[in-house]
Structures are given as C-alpha cells and as structure tokens.
T-cell receptor, first 114, second 114 residues
Framework: NAGVMQNPRHLVRRRGQEARLRCSPM?????VYWYRQLPEEGLKFMVY????????ESGMPKERFSAEFPKEGPSILRIQQVVRGDSAAYFC????????????FGSGTRLTVV | AQTVTQSQPEMSVQEAETVTLSCTYD???????LFWYKQPPSRQMILVIR??????QNATENRFSVNFQKAAKSFSLKISDSQLGDTAMYFC???????????FGQGTTLQVKP
C-alpha cells in the first residue's frame, strides 16, 4: 500500500496562472480532505470530499478555488489565477470512513507563487 | 464551532528528560477524537497519538502519553525520555466523529537539546 500520494511535491507558478494539485488516496479510502498550511501556522481545513461529492467546503475561499474527486482518478485541488498569498503547503488526507479512524496524510505540495 | 489552542509557541528539553505540551479545545460535539501530530522539517504529518473522547483511559504509545481532562477540555502530551529525533513542530487537533474534519492548534515547536 503506497499511502496517500500527492504530486507534484513542489509547484512554482507565476501570478495569474493556474495550479493543479493532485491527491491519490490510499487504496480502499473513499474520503478525502484538503488542508492548507501557511508559513509558521497550523493546518487549516479546506474541503472534504467523497467519491464524486463535495461534503463540506466550508474552508474553501469563495473564489478561484475548486476541488473534485471523480469516480476514477485522483482528487484535484485547483487554484485559478494564483496570487502570492496562495503560496503555502497543501496537504491531502484520506480515510476509509468519516470520523477519526484511519486518517492518513500525504507529504504535501508546496506551492510557490512568483 | 470547534477550536483548538496551543499556548506554548516554543519549548525545549534536554535529551532523556520529560516534557509536556499543552492543548485546550472547545467543541459542542458529543462524539469526537483528539490527536497529536508531529511535523518534522520534512513537513510530513505523522500521527503521534489518538484519543477517543468517550474513553476515560488516557492513550499511550511507547514514550508518548496524554493527560485527557474531558471536563476541563484539556489534552496535554507528555514525551518521556526525549530523543533528538523528537525535535519537530507538534500540533494538537480535534475532529468530529461525523465528518472527520480536523481542527488544528497553532503548533508548538519542540527542540530537544543534546
């Protein structure tokens, strides 16, 4: 079992470009969570998805950010028209069910906007 | 709304000594979980210990143990026989048993000195 796979590990984008962050959950996990960690801060919840459904997006900025978890393939966090303030580490976690059991984090994607 | 507070931004301890990291939380949930995560410079989020709120017995994992005071909403982490490899940022977190969304504290940077 390869664990939660996030790619790319590092992503550099110029202001105004789009960033796509990918997360492949652990085998058998159908619940995916995205978090953002700004420098010197804790992780902040962004969105919770199950296959093809967004369950809770209360932490997502209203504009430019979107997430999906299709029936086939990885979950995608998409940031359109990136700005310098989007520079952060973005973590994905997966679990086999809702709740606190079996929660596993990926290694994160560090996004740098120049 | 759930909140998690870590009031110690930085701590240090001598190798082989014991250190306690503090955490308080607030939640309106009846069923929830509490966690301590370690984040070394590699940025990987590593689960240290997990406590189910309905269990009165404090969780232990080798050198790591918690003091869970449910009425006081306190969840401190004790690290015994500190090792140089324990140097990292430590995050306290709570989650709802319904959704699994994690709410993190601000983190405590722990330095273990030789």
């Amino acid at each position: 079992n390869a664990g939660v796979m996030q790619n790319p590990r590092h992503l550099v984008r110029r202001r105004g470009q789009e960033a796509r962050l990918r997360c492949s959950p652990m085998k058998g996990h159908s619940h995916v969570y995205w978090y953002r960690q700004l420098p010197e801060e804790g992780l902040k919840f962004m969105v919770y998805l199950q296959k093809e459904n967004i369950i809770d997006e209360s932490g997502m900025p209203k504009e430019r950010f979107s997430a999906e978890f299709p029936k086939e393939g990885p979950s995608i966090l998409r940031i359109q028209q990136v700005v310098r303030g989007d520079s952060a580490a973005y973590f994905c976690a997966s679990s086999p069910s809702a709740g606190g059991n079996g929660y596993t984090f990926g290694s994160g994607t560090r996004l740098t906007v120049v | 709304a759930q909140t998690v507070t870590q009031s110690q931004p930085e701590m240090s301890v001598q190798e082989a000594e014991t250190v306690t990291l503090s955490c308080t939380y607030d939640t309106s949930e009846n069923n929830y979980y509490l966690f301590w995560y370690k984040q070394p410079p590699s940025r990987q989020m590593i689960l240290v210990i997990r406590q189910e709120a309905y269990k009165q017995q404090n969780a232990t994992e080798n050198r790591f143990s918690v003091n869970f005071q449910k009425a006081a909403k306190s969840f401190s982490l004790k690290i015994s026989d500190s090792q140089l490899g324990d140097t990292a940022m430590y995050f306290c977190a709570s989650s709802s048993s319904n959704t699994g969304k994690l709410i993190f504290g601000q983190g405590t940077t722990l330095q273990v000195k030789p």
